[in-house]
C-alpha cells in the first residue's frame, strides 16, 4: 500500500446549502476530500461530487459516528497518514487546518481537537455548558486535559484509528474516541480555532445525546473496573 500524507473526512445530512462551499475550500488546498452522504435526500452528495470530492454513502441515515467509520474505512483502505475531520455544516474555518497539522507534527500527539471554549461569545449557552461538563469528565476519565471534547474538527493519526475499535453510531463517537485512544497511550493536544455560526439548526439533541454520552461513561467505567480486577 501507498502511504500518503492526508486527507479529510466530512460527514454530512442533509448539508446540500453548505458542502459545496466545504468540498471547494478544501479542494483549493488541494486535500482529498471524501464527503460522507450519511443518507440524505436532499441533493448532498450530488453537489460534493461536482465540486470534486469522494462520495462514499450511507443507504440509510445512521448517525455522526457511523458516517465517520465509513469514512474513515476508506481514507485507511487508500493509504492516507493522517485524517482531518470537518463538519459538514461549514462552522470550520480552513485556515486552522494549518495549526493542527502544526501541532500534531510539533507534539507527535494522536490526536489534534479544535477548542472553541476560548471565545463561546456566539455558543448557544446550553450548548457550552454542556461542552464544559462532558470536557471535564472526559478530561478525568483519559487522564489528559482537553478543553472542547465535543469539536468535532480534529486530526487523527492513521495509527490511532488502526489501533482502536470505534462502535459508537451517534454523536458520542467524538467521545469515545477520546477515551480510546488516551487509554491506548496516544497523547491527545488541542489548538484555538474559529467557530462561525450561521443560521444552521444544530442536529445534536441535548437531552438525548447527553444520555447517550452517560450511557457511554457508565459502559467505560464498567470496563475499566474489569480490567483492574
Known amino acids: 500500500m501507498v502511504i500518503k500524507d492526508i486527507c479529510c473526512v ?61 469514512g474513515f474505512k476508506r481514507a485507511l483502505d487508500d493509504g492516507f497518514e493522517l485524517i482531518l475531520i470537518m463538519d459538514g455544516d461549514d462552522q470550520h474555518d480552513v485556515a486552522d487546518i494549518a495549526h493542527l497539522i502544526k501541532k500534531m507534527r510539533e507534539t507527535s500527539a494522536g490526536i489534534v481537537i479544535g477548542n472553541r ?43 490511532v484509528l488502526n489501533k482502536i475499535k470505534l462502535e459508537c453510531s451517534k454523536y458520542e463517537i467524538e467521545s469515545e474516541m477520546i477515551i480510546k485512544a488516551a487509554r491506548a497511550g496516544f497523547k491527545i493536544e488541542s489548538v484555538p480555532i474559529k467557530t462561525v455560526y450561521q443560521d444552521e439548526i444544530s442536529k445534536i439533541n441535548p437531552f438525548v445525546d447527553t444520555l447517550r454520552f452517560m450511557r457511554l461513561l457508565l459502559k467505560t467505567a464498567v470496563a475499566g473496573r474489569a480490567g483492574r480486577s
Open 117 to 159: 471554549m476560548l471565545d463561546t461569545g456566539m455558543m448557544p449557552r446550553i450548548r457550552i455548558i454542556t461542552n464544559r461538563f462532558m470536557s471535564y469528565m472526559l478530561s478525568l476519565l483519559s487522564g489528559q486535559y482537553v478543553p472542547d471534547t465535543q469539536c468535532g474538527f480534529r486530526l487523527v493519526s492513521r495509527e
Open 10 to 70: 466530512v460527514p454530512s445530512y442533509n448539508e446540500g446549502r453548505t458542502i459545496g462551499r466545504i468540498v471547494k475550500k478544501l479542494k483549493e488546498h488541494n486535500f482529498t476530500v471524501y464527503a460522507v452522504d450519511d443518507g440524505s435526500t436532499d441533493e448532498t452528495a450530488a453537489i460534493a461530487e461536482s465540486e470534486g470530492a469522494v462520495v462514499v454513502k450511507n443507504a440509510k441515515n445512521m448517525g455522526k459516528g457511523a458516517a465517520l467509520r465509513a
